[in-house]
């Protein structure tokens, strides 16, 4: 039995259980390992055929833990699936070798730049620098960021293979809005059970974090989340007619993680396809997410100044309060002044990839926390090089996405505004090693290459159709 009809016949059961798992396991964290080897056998009972081991990493995608094992690693429970990912991505890469080659010969040049950006920025503290090198940091940087290339690779291969495959129904997407409706029912009754004085895993303080262990990620996911749901909304096999209810829970869930950079991010990703689309087609589908946008802040404003809610009030309030006299925001500026620091000191080849927190205390004995800006992190630990290496990919989607946001394309509209987003939140939180974030890279890249053309074909194959049906009659 297939995985997804497996999904659309029991979909009420499995919502309910998953919602069940989530709150069980954010009593108790190690309570997943049980549950997970759960899952696995009875994904083994009922024959899941490894054409859905993809759609497996998404669901599990979203189960973070931070692991102690002589080095600090993040870990998501998809990991576990990462080699039998590759091990079947294998045989379709050296199939079309040619083809991914052709298509993707920027991402080859990426990954050589990347890698020699990293090696030469471990020169200056391994040679010739006072201080001491941290290599058990670097062997955890490269380790992370080699993952994330794995994920990377394999969803893009697993992209370009989907039109060859027997599920042509939008699965992935189908499954990332499934699982985003899941977090955000934990995120919210996380919060929930915290002002009944019930404390989860599932916050941190009033602050929503889902199955992350920090509200910043649960937002960056949620973010992420919103542009591949308004994809799935606008595909072939999604009911438009119906209230996007997965649209609410994702928007109610930002605001329960006081995410300011998130938030922000995500305002700056609408401003910015409005100003694009202003004079093409394009704008008929901003608007109507926009006019939806108001009337549902119009609608929690009303009810909270009606019935004043603690849940909202305190989260609005951290979103508008941005003072440097909020302890939050004096720590960020500290990091980040150090940052900045650091690579005025070094700027070409920075301090060494993950060497930031050990220079770092040398100035300051008080900082034990990595700078909490993706941008001004790379600055201090890469240099100049490192820093333009490593954001040459995310500045080229963004420029291949904004070619067809101009021309009204309303899929590469809503993976324009998640990415808007995600580069602004970037200022405001560590996001590098996110698996996430460069599973949604890999999604864009075959967009802007093959998606598109794909789904045109699609539609003027249907149109065409339609015409002849219309001949005939």
């Known amino acids: 039995m297939g995985l997804s009809r497996f999904v659309n016949r029991n979909l009420v059961i499995i919502l309910i259980c998953s919602l069940l798992m ?150 992935f997407l189908k499954v990332w809005n499934f699982i985003s409706i899941i977090f955000s029912l934990l995120c919210i009754i996380g919060v929930i059970l915290y002002y009944l004085g019930i404390t989860t895993n599932l916050t941190f303080g009033f602050r929503a974090t889902g199955t992350f262990e920090d509200p910043n990620l649960a937002a960056s996911f949620l973010i992420i989340s919103l542009g591949f749901c308004l994809s799935y909304n606008n595909s072939p096999n999604s009911n438009k007619k119906r209230i996007p209810i997965n649209l609410l829970l994702i928007l109610f869930a930002l ?99 993950g060497q930031y927190l050990h220079n770092a205390q040398e100035i300051n004995s008080s900082i034990v926390n990595i700078p909490h800006n993706t941008y001004l992190s790379f600055l201090a630990e890469t240099g100049i090089i490192g820093f333009m290496s490593f954001f040459s990919l995310p500045i080229y989607l963004f420029y291949k996405l904004f070619i067809w946001v101009k021309k009204g394309e309303v899929t590469s509209i809503f993976l324009f505004v998640s990415l808007s987003g995600i580069l602004v939140q970037a200022f405001t939180i560590n996001l590098e090693n996110f698996r996430c974030l460069w599973i949604f890279y890999a999604f864009i890249l075959y967009w802007v290459h093959e998606g598109v053309e794909r789904a045109s074909r699609r539609e003027n194959s249907g149109n065409d159709k339609v015409d002849m049906v219309k001949a005939a009659l």
Not at 75 to 100: G, M, W, Y
Not at 274 to 294: D, E, M, P, S
């Open 22 to 171: 989530g709150v069980l396991v954010a009593y108790h964290q190690y309570l997943i390992y049980g549950l997970l080897l759960l899952f696995i056998f009875f994904l083994v009972l009922i024959k899941i055929s490894y054409n859905y081991i993809y759609n497996l990493i998404v669901l599990l995608l979203p189960l973070m833990v931070y692991l102690h094992v002589g080095l600090t690693f993040n870990f998501s429970f998809s990991d576990l699936l990462l080699p039998i990912a590759c091990l079947i991505t294998l045989p379709i890469f050296i199939e079309n070798k040619n083809a991914f080659t052709n298509k993707y010969s920027y991402l080859l040049f990426y990954l050589y730049l990347l890698t020699f950006a990293l090696t030469i920025s471990f020169i200056k503290p391994m040679f010739f620098s006072i201080n001491e090198f941290e290599l058990s940091t670097a062997i955890s940087n490269i380790m992370k960021i080699v993952i994330n290339f794995v994920y990377l690779y394999i969803f893009l291969i697993y992209f370009m293979n989907y039109e060859k495959t027997s599920d042509k129904s939008y699965t």
């Open 255 to 353: 605001l329960l993680t006081s995410s300011r950079g998130g938030v922000l991010g995500l305002g700056v990703g609408f401003i910015l396809v409005v100003l694009i689309n202003l004079t093409n087609k394009g704008i008929k589908q901003i608007a109507k997410i926009v006019v939806f946008l108001i009337v549902l802040i119009t609608i929690i404003l009303l009810i909270n100044y009606i019935y004043p809610l603690d849940i909202v009030n305190t989260s609005l309030g951290r979103i508008s309060n941005i003072s440097t006299e909020e302890s939050g925001t004096n720590l960020r500026l500290l990091l980040w002044r150090t940052a900045l620091t650091l690579w005025q000191d070094n700027p070409f080849l920075g301090v060494g990839f």
